[in-house]
């Protein structure tokens, strides 16, 4: 593969230091970040990132990535899921909580979908990554919602943990690893 630098169209500096530094490992992928204000679109996590990649590159005008992040509630059959964004910053880490406290199952997951198109009018291609765990009460300092989700098999939450065990396991890993797949074999 010849070496590339791709944009990642990104107003999230923490997913922009996750993604270079799971990118770091990797040979011929560079990443320089555009800020483009994106709007918070509506439907399923597919649809939404699709739409999100097609507007991003409308902008960027070349080869171009985006992620948008879901965190599921499966007592909510998915929901907040792509609306997490509005819940947590209306209701906090603890108002969170109090959606779930009338159900005994807290389980969820955290999704990342990441999208990918060589430019304007191309077709865009998604990779998909998910994280099963449970909601628990705020433990840790990291950014968004880490703080009140607990992995599957862990003590700590994603806030908890160093960076580098977040991102062994994480839904942003996970989905990273198809898009690095797919760009290799380009
Ligand atoms: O690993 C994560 N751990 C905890 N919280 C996270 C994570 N990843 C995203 N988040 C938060 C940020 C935002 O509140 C929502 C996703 O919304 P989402 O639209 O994808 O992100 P954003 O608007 O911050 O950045 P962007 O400019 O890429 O759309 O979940
Ligand atoms: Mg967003």
Redesign the pocket.
């Known amino acids: 593969m010849v070496s590339k630098t791709l944009t990642f169209v990104?107003?999230?500096k923490?997913?922009l230091a996750?993604v270079k530094a799971m990118l770091g490992k990797v040979e011929g992928i560079e990443i320089e970040n555009h800020d483009v204000d994106?709007p918070?679109l509506q439907g399923e996590p597919e649809d939404i990132c699709r739409e999100k990649t097609r507007l991003a590159a409308e902008s960027i005008k070349g080869p171009t990535i985006?992620?948008?992040?879901s965190?599921c509630f499966n007592a909510l059959h998915g929901l907040p899921g792509p609306y997490?964004?509005d819940f947590?910053k209306k209701l906090g880490h603890e108002g969170l909580n109090t959606i779930l406290a009338g159900f005994e199952d807290k389980s969820a997951y955290?999704q990342?979908i990441f999208g990918y198109t060589d430019g304007p009018g191309h077709e865009v291609h998604l990779f998909p990554g998910r994280c099963q765990g449970r909601i628990v009460p705020p433990r840790g300092n990291y950014?968004?919602?880490?703080p009140i989700?607990q992995p599957d098999g862990k003590e700590q939450t994603?806030a908890e943990m160093s960076h580098e065990e977040k991102n062994t396991i994480?839904?942003?890993s996970r989905a990273l690893a198809g898009l690095i797949q797919f760009l290799q074999q380009m």
């Open positions: 990104t107003g999230n923490n997913k996750e994106l918070e985006v992620e948008d992040t965190l997490i964004k947590l955290s990342t950014f968004g919602w880490d989700f994603f994480s839904h942003r």
